[in-house]
């Protein structure tokens, strides 16, 4: 069973900065696409980040335009989440997911199919 794990959360004051990192267990080549959700308690989950298999055509959430920055490494098998100027509502935790395509193009933003999930990762910003 393929298996994604989260890695590079913590605790940050406003306006600091995190990497997230999800390590994918399998080579997944350039067939899927990848993204990042995160969820608060009691809020629905949040598509933050989705990104093609071959690493084109990142895609954002409004909320984290210009802040955060979604890339991968298909060698690596990493996908990554570098978020900047954090603020207090970016509190989550935060999930990769991953879902094989025909192409490897997510196509559409925010995808709500992906398979397989990570197990989260918490991002904590005090203000």
């Known amino acids: 069973q393929l298996q994604l794990v989260e890695s590079g959360g913590g605790s940050v004051q406003s306006g600091g900065s995190l990497t997230l990192s999800c390590t994918v267990s399998?080579?997944?080549?350039?067939?899927?696409?990848m993204g990042w959700f995160r969820q608060t308690a009691g809020e629905k989950r949040e598509g933050v980040a989705q990104?093609?298999?071959?690493?084109?055509?990142?895609r954002y959430a409004d909320s984290v335009r210009g802040r955060f920055t979604i890339s991968r490494d298909n060698a690596k098998r990493t996908l990554y989440l570098q978020m900047n100027t954090l603020k207090a509502e970016d509190t989550a935790m935060y999930y990769c997911?991953?879902?094989?395509?025909?192409?490897?193009?997510?196509?559409?933003?925010?995808?709500?199919?992906?398979?397989?999930w990570g197990q989260g990762t918490q991002v904590t910003v005090s203000s």
């Open positions: 399998e080579d997944i080549g350039s067939n899927a696409c």
């Open positions: 990104i093609n298999g071959g690493g084109e055509n990142p």
């Open positions: 997911a991953l879902v094989f395509t025909l192409t490897g193009y997510c196509l559409r933003f925010p995808r709500d199919d992906f398979k397989y």
